[in-house]
């Protein structure tokens, strides 16, 4: 009986282990990581986002446009106000208000947490310096940027047009310069 309670007992306290374990990061909006990434020491990475179509995915959805693509899909809500459009114009569009950190909005449309997570874990200065500490805090960094792009850019897209991505990802890569 004590061999059945103490396996019992495993398998159903296992699984709430490991769901208190798992950390639950949020978003905290592109002011947060603009502080340290607007620097030319750091890439600029703030200004070629702020420069790239990123920047203006959201407010592409307030136009007539926008709206017209999403009547013709069938949508009967605004571009602005249709799932569909916001999963690729808008970065955690989807998640509870819970997860995002007063500096979040919507209107910057796809932003850094788009493609590196919710930064509330790495956000700070002394965990960004650490790339491996980052990473175990919650930063994506991915090695095959076609694999990540084409979660929006894809034929599924209404305005699907084919890129050669390795070009696209030239005018957006952000790397922090090697030091001399």
């Not at 407010?59 to 017209?68: F, G, P, Y």
């Not at 084409?150 to 090697?178: G, L, Q, Y």
């Amino acid at each position: 009986m004590l061999k059945k309670i103490i396996i019992l007992t495993f398998i159903f306290a296992t699984p709430l282990y490991f769901a208190q374990s798992k950390k639950v990061y949020k978003y905290v909006g592109v002011k947060k990581c603009r502080m340290c990434h607007r620097k030319a020491k750091q890439g600029e990475q703030f200004k070629i986002w702020k420069n790239s179509k990123h920047s203006q995915a959201y407010k592409t959805l307030l136009t007539k446009k926008a709206d017209s693509i999403a009547a013709k899909k069938g949508f009967k809500t605004k571009a602005a106000k249709t799932p569909e459009c916001l999963k690729c114009h808008v970065t955690a569009y989807n998640v509870k208000t819970s997860l995002l950190e007063k500096g979040y909005k919507k209107e910057d449309g796809v932003t850094c947490e788009s493609c590196h997570g919710p930064g509330s874990a790495y956000k700070k200065r002394k965990i960004m310096k650490n790339k491996k500490l980052a990473v175990a805090n919650g930063l994506l960094i991915y090695k095959d940027h076609k694999k990540l792009c084409t979660t929006c850019h894809n034929p599924d897209s209404p305005t699907f047009v084919a890129r050669d991505f390795d070009k696209m990802w030239a005018k957006i890569k952000h790397n922090i310069p090697k030091k001399k």
